[in-house]
């Protein structure tokens, strides 16, 4: 009789693989829509927001009001599918928001404009953001958890930056999508029907997720046949965003908002400013994995305040070089890609921090909601509040204002706690 062994040993060794690789594609699609769709707010704007007669900085506001809503939609959905993943299992539950996301994003480029559909059009517009906002708050923590639960032992800070990282990715899809139909079309063709192109590329995208997360298997964490349901406390949620609330306004104010404030406020071209923000997103890029690698081996804490007291010290002398005439491109060039890089050390520790902070049967839940909450209030609003308050005021400086003033705020909660357990 001859006795069969079963090598289980390489599937074992590709299952973190395909779980950064599952975890990570619809973070990816997810802030690649985002993206587009702040880069290409001017143009939304226009198509959506201002109607005959109404003026620019108006329908800027407008638009970026539909951008904030759809963060206040993150929340519900963190709660409603985190909840579920918590109880039926990541993997479902990502098979289920990677297929609103993209149908979602896909349905944007197909819309008709004010021009074509009068009030109807901004309304359409919106509910989409908000399906895409409750897909979005159900996507980070599902994603997270897959990630963290995945990683080996003491790489779960590394594994966990997959996500920022993916994020990064996203933003620079987007602004390479942007600024390429910005070099290829003229500036007619593109506000005519180029920026629907970005829109509908969500498609492959999602049909890619969609065939990784089929295949992928449940996390080992959950699978644990001794968990018990666990609940999640105001005060663990209240902690949570205090900690990641820099990351949140920072991140959207230099790496999203900044093309509208360059063109609006500084009066900067729409090439000029995509490729202000490519720089900055590529120093986002570079500091991620390392960032959370780093923090495996010396803790989350020290990275993120590292990034937080920076922003806090860096902001305003940041907006006064890019205000600067007499600074040469290289000279802007390099702060940029340094603002970006002091945010990737906030955001590569951030989701592993989140993760260690909540058990395994509440984790979907709580670092879901913390994040949702953080970038409902801190990010969402962010092109909101920065671009009335310019418009009020005639300050050019609010956006160093108030990403210094969130990072201020993350910088006290992050010296009051723990912390958190690496592993």
Partial sequence: ?????????????????????????????????????????????????????????????????????????????????????????????????????????????????????????PWLLTFLRAVQGLSAGGEFGGAVAILTEFAPPGRRGLYGAWQSFTVALGLLGGAGVAAGL????????????????????????????????????????????????????????ASAVGRVMGWSAAGYTFLVVLPSYLQTALHTGFRTALLATVVANLGFAAAILPAGRLSDRIGRRPVMLTGAGLVVVLALPLLGLLQDGGASAGVKGAALFGAGAVVGLMAGPGPALLAEMFPARARCTGLGLAYALSNAVFSGCAGLIITEAVKRTGNLDVPGYYAAAACAVSVVALVRSRETKAG
């Fill in 1 to 121: 009789m001859k006795l069969v062994f079963e090598d289980r040993t390489a599937p074992e060794r590709s299952r973190p693989l395909r779980a950064l690789a599952a975890g990570s594609v619809g973070n990816f699609i997810e802030w690649y829509e985002f993206g587009v769709y702040g880069y290409f707010a001017t143009v939304v704007a226009e198509r959506f927001f201002t109607p005959a007669g109404g003026s620019a900085a108006e329908g800027l506001v407008r638009t970026y009001a539909s951008f904030g809503l759809a963060f206040f939609f993150r929340p519900l959905g963190a709660a409603l599918f985190g909840r579920l993943a918590d109880r039926l299992g990541r993997r479902p539950v990502l098979i289920l928001v990677v297929t609103l996301m993209t149908g979602a994003t896909a349905l944007i480029g197909l819309l008709p404009t004010y021009a074509q559909a009068g009030v109807v059009a």
């Fill in 182 to 237: 910005a070099s290829a079309l003229t500036e007619g063709q593109l506000h005519s029907w180029g920026w629907r192109l970005p829109f509908l590329l969500a498609l492959p995208l999602g049909a890619l997720a969609l065939w990784l997360r089929v295949g992928l298997d449940e996390t080992p964490e959950f699978r644990e046949p001794d968990v018990r349901a666990a609940r999640v406390s105001v005060g663990a949620i």
